[in-house]
């Protein structure tokens, strides 16, 4: 059986270690260590879930069911999927890797029993510049609980089989023994405003602009199209803010204390057409989307959190991944160079004498 670790703290991993801690993981650790503001976490290394998948699977059923579908026959890819997920989801944890996420757990939440945490998928093939696996798999936010964590990271490695991201990586050709599932636990943000912020204008590719869209409460709002977010473009060279868009946003998500995770909340009539950040949060933000660009080279699509309750700064950064849109359009040549008459004639010279 495979050696493993059963966590690996943000602090010591980094972006060359995506193998081990998936793309978000090792983007979080990248970010903790170059001195950007993360919410604390460990990660559930890829070796665990090797290790937990030879455990129930020790023929290798499941990669070789997954390697003999068909992606454009979506029934099958459907069936498959189900039969592969509860199988994932009803398999006990090994007794050591359940008892080091409960260590960690425990250490992540300095005491307090119950604190919240993101459970968060963080697939080897995701948030790469050649192809983006976002939003395929699964996460879970304002976990609770030893008990909670340990459950949610079992849903985490079936998301891997959801019926998107096989039939995702099945038409990109992906090798399925190279793909494998770590998962991000990390501490929750109280988060009163959330969005996302490309540091290169999604719509237009301009490298100049930055573009931000914020809603009220947590970000899961926005990435789930329940609201319409406000919408600020601002110049990296001036800082100016170019264009404010600032939509009626009538409700948030926030934490369920009661059944946990989060829930709908209608926002206060005083809040629906009022900006969800001001300008001095869009100052701070631009300035940590230059930094992060710097430090990766490459325009990035970057999440984050502003808390009320966080001492001075109040702005966290929830993940950056490369910007693929247009670094994609980037990368193909503009067009084939035409061929001459002269060309023609070697050609056919060649031709002859073969």
Request: with cysteine; aromatic share 6%.
């Amino acid at each position: 059986m495979k050696k493993m670790q059963p966590v690996l703290w943000f602090a010591d991993i980094g972006l060359g270690d995506r193998l081990s801690v998936g793309g978000k993981g090792a983007s979080l650790g990248e970010l903790t260590r170059a001195g950007i503001r993360v919410p604390p976490g460990f990660v559930v290394p890829t070796s665990a879930f090797e290790v937990s998948l030879e455990s129930l699977d020790a023929s290798g059923e499941i990669r070789r069911t997954v390697a003999a579908l068909n992606h454009d026959d979506v029934s099958s890819v459907a069936a498959a999927a189900e039969k592969i997920r509860a199988r994932i989801r009803s398999a006990p944890l090994p007794g050591d890797l359940e008892a080091g996420i409960a260590r960690a757990y425990g250490e992540l939440c300095r005491g307090q029993a119950d604190a919240p945490v993101a459970v968060r998928s963080s697939a080897t093939s995701e948030d790469s510049e050649e192809a983006s696996f976002a939003g395929l798999q699964d996460t879970y936010l304002w976990v609770r609980g030893e008990r909670g964590v340990l459950d949610h990271v079992r849903q985490c490695w079936a998301s891997l089989y959801n019926t998107e991201s096989l039939t995702y990586r099945l038409r990109l050709g992906l090798p399925e023994e190279n793909i494998a599932m770590a998962v991000v636990v990390q501490r929750m943000v109280p988060a009163s405003a959330s969005g996302v912020m490309f540091t290169r204008s999604p719509t237009t590719g301009d490298r100049s602009t930055i573009v931000i869209e914020a809603c009220w409460g947590l970000g899961s709002c926005l990435v789930s199209g329940e609201v319409t977010p406000d919408r600020f473009i601002v110049s990296k060279v001036t800082g100016d803010i170019s264009a404010k868009t600032i939509s009626s946003k009538t409700l948030r998500h926030v934490p369920d204390p009661v059944r946990g995770g989060v829930r709908d909340e209608p926002v206060p009539d005083e809040l629906q057409a009022a900006a969800s950040v001001s300008d001095d949060i869009i100052a701070e933000l631009v300035a940590v989307g230059k930094t992060i660009e710097r430090h990766y080279g490459r325009p990035q699509d970057i999440e984050w959190a502003v808390s009320d309750d966080a001492p001075g700064t109040n702005i966290f950064i929830l993940q950056s991944r490369p910007e693929t849109v247009w670094a994609a359009r980037d990368a193909q040549p503009i067009a084939k160079p035409a061929a001459s008459a002269l060309e023609h004639v070697f050609a056919a010279l060649g031709h002859r004498k073969s």
